[in-house]
């Protein structure tokens, strides 16, 4: 790494860690907010509470999930486990993204991993929500989730691209393929 490169090089990498950064503490606020879901709900209702007697949609929607999330957990306190499992899960891809933020080169794949999760967002909503009964406008806002994980991701694959580029290849990207576990040529030809 020459002298004028090495500052491009920094900048690439501070790029690709602030997007991941970004998504790390998005995971992390979401997975920490989907264990208090029933209070979180009386809250918010009581922050959109319409000025009119007739409420908004969104004002009537917040209720209606509210209700329904107290009536489930009174009745049914067990169906709340599997919202503690998808807060978990939210941490532990959290978690993943600790290698990348380390070494954003050598963790490209979790990045791509994450870029792919974030297309697959949209394809949950917007199949799986009308099914549920999930209005358009709260399946939109789901996307949405998508949209804004997949924009530092791409970021940040974008700054890991250019970093790889400037370097060459990584002494671990050319051992032979013995060491890798894979087949050689020779011995999947002779096959």
Known sequence: MTRETAPQERLLLRRARVGIGIVIAGLVLSGLTAFPLESELRLLTQLTTPARDS????HQWLCQVRDALADTNARYPFLAYGTDWLAFAHLVIAFAFVG???DPVRNAWVIVFGLVACAGVPLLAL???PARGIPLGWRL???SFGVACALPLAVSLRAVRRLEARSGPRPSDARPAQETGWPTESARSSV
């Open 55 to 58: 409420g908004s949609a969104l």
């Open 100 to 102: 990348p933020l380390r």
């Open 127 to 129: 199949i799986a929500g």
């Open 141 to 143: 806002v789901d996307c």
